[in-house]
């Protein structure tokens, strides 16, 4: 894609997000058909909404989630610092096309991870790690038919971020847990809905951890020190409405909790 394809594009997506819009698709003269080429609209969407990035996270890290997207691996997508919340914030759901909430294991990164030739081993992005955290993320989409967008449509959306609520960081010693084993339950209005557990994360949480790593160097991006990244959904996304009470308990790591707003 030239670069003007690339802004053009990028301007389609705030516009839409910013005004709470939706679109069908990307006009095929900015449409992005790679997944690089998603990534540099994804680049230029952040740098248009003047903000920080608060820290990142990955969509589709389940064979049903991509199933239902049409993709046929994860996809990295950027949290904006103006759309993550502490736990307790209410979040509004005003004009959201999924009204689902996701449990997930988050980490804060220690230490940079740069670009580099040779792949991120996990035990060095594990290692690069300062805390964990029990998240809940509000997904959304800017296309009307999200599950059709395709692969390099959706990274450019930002791989359908919008809301994001961390917790506080656990103070158990959670590189002693075998995560991929860790149960997490959700409770919607005080009652039980939905549970998970940590190997509906591409196997592990960390391995997804260190999946992003790797993506990001491969184009040129990195995970930085004090950004947050979330790992993906260990629960089926639960839907939810205008006034619910959100908890996602985490057991030893903790919980975090969210009200729905309009």
Excluded at 189 to 200: A, S
Excluded at 221 to 229: A, F, H, P
Aim: overall charge neutral; some cysteine; glycine content about 8%.
């Amino acid at each position: 894609m030239e670069t003007q394809a690339i802004e053009q594009a990028a301007k389609i997506i705030w516009s839409t997000w910013h005004g709470n819009q939706r679109i069908d698709a990307l006009p095929i003269s900015c449409r992005p058909t790679t997944r690089t080429e998603g990534y540099r609209v994804q680049a230029q969407v952040a740098r248009l909404s003047k903000q920080k990035t608060f820290g990142w996270k990955i969509a589709a890290t389940s064979k049903a989630g991509q199933q239902h997207i049409g993709v046929d691996g994860p996809l990295a997508g950027r949290l904006l610092e103006k759309r993550a919340f502490p736990s307790g914030a209410r979040v509004s759901l005003t004009n959201n096309l999924m009204n689902v909430i996701e449990a997930e294991f988050a980490f804060r990164m220690g230490q940079d991870l740069p670009p580099r030739k040779i792949p991120y081993s996990q035990d060095e992005v594990v290692a690069a790690v300062a805390s964990l955290h029990p998240a809940i993320e509000i997904p959304d989409s800017r296309y009307n038919d999200f599950v059709s967008a395709g692969a390099a449509q959706l990274i450019a959306d930002n791989a359908c971020a919008s809301y994001f609520v961390l917790g506080a960081a656990t103070v158990a010693d959670w590189r002693q847990y075998d995560l991929a084993r860790h149960r997490v339950a959700v409770q919607v209005n005080g009652k039980l809905t939905h549970e998970g557990i940590g190997e509906n994360v591409l196997g592990d949480p960390r391995i997804a951890l260190t999946w992003i790593a790797n993506e990001l160097s491969l184009t040129g991006d990195m995970l930085r020190t004090g950004e947050t990244i979330t790992t993906g959904t260990c629960i089926i996304p639960a839907p939810v409405a205008a006034g619910d009470h959100v908890i996602a308990d985490f057991g030893a790591f903790g919980r975090v909790e969210t009200r729905m707003d309009l």
